[in-house]
């Protein structure tokens, strides 16, 4: 089992440019979630999905942020216009999703470090 | 919206001593509190969770939780070198699926 994979594992990009993160979950996960890291702010929770449907993406900053889940083997994450502030680790993470299971571990993702110049 | 707060930001311990990290949340709704760490430049890694009041021992680590007081943390007896890390708790809401995580606390054990 590879656990979570997440490609690039370094991005730069320009301010204004558009930046798109992949995951790929454990196989066998329904449960899927995106997280970002910074020193400051630490892991901050930005969407689910369970059973590829969008469930929760309170944590989406709502205009230049998107996520998608097209198929069951991945996710992608999109930053349009992306700005200074963006930079930051982002971190998929999956889990199971069991009947009656209401505390399942998250497995997470080594993570894309994001870099806006 | 829940408040997940971590003390001490950062800690050096000998190796051999016993370490206690500390976690606070705000929503008393909360139903499931976790630990993860997180090796540098590693993913984070789940350690062990916590439901109800009281304490949880699994090897060198033990958790105690009292949600009264809105608190739990962890304690590693006999702290190796190779617990170094970044220690992030986790708390798990109402509606099953979200998990809240405080900034972490880093630690350091010095052999």
């Known amino acids: 089992n590879a656990g979570v994979i997440q490609t690039p594992r370094h991005k730069v990009t320009g301010k204004g440019q558009e930046a798109t993160l992949w995951c790929e979950p454990i196989?066998?996960?329904?449960?899927v979630f995106w997280y970002r890291q910074t020193i400051v702010q630490g892991l901050e929770f930005l969407t689910y999905f369970r059973n590829q449907a969008p469930i929760d993406d309170s944590g989406m900053p709502k205009e230049r942020f998107s996520a998608q889940m097209p198929n069951q083997s991945h996710s992608t994450l999109k930053i349009q216009s992306t700005q200074p502030q963006d930079s930051a680790v982002y971190l998929c993470?999956?889990?199971?999703?069991?009947?009656?299971?209401?505390?399942?571990?998250?497995?997470f993702g080594h993570g894309t470090k994001l870099s806006v110049l | 919206q829940q408040n997940v707060q971590q003390s001490p930001e950062s800690l050096i311990v000998p190796e051999g001593a016993r370490t206690s990290l500390n976690c606070t949340f705000s929503d008393s709704a909360s139903q499931y509190f976790w630990w993860y760490r997180q090796h540098s430049g590693k993913a984070p890694k789940a350690l062990m969770s916590i439901f109800s009041n009281g304490e949880k021992e699994e090897g060198r680590f033990t958790i105690h939780l009292n949600k009264a007081s809105l608190h739990f943390s962890l304690h590693i007896r006999d702290s190796q070198p190779s617990d170094s890390a970044l220690y992030l708790c986790?708390?798990?809401?109402?509606?099953?699926?979200?998990?809240?995580f405080g900034t972490g606390t880093s630690l350091l054990v010095d052999p």
């Open positions: 196989s066998g996960h329904s449960a």
């Open positions: 993470a999956s889990s199971l999703d069991r009947q009656g299971v209401s505390n399942e571990r998250l497995f």
């Open positions: 986790a708390v798990r809401d109402g509606m099953g699926y979200k998990l809240t």
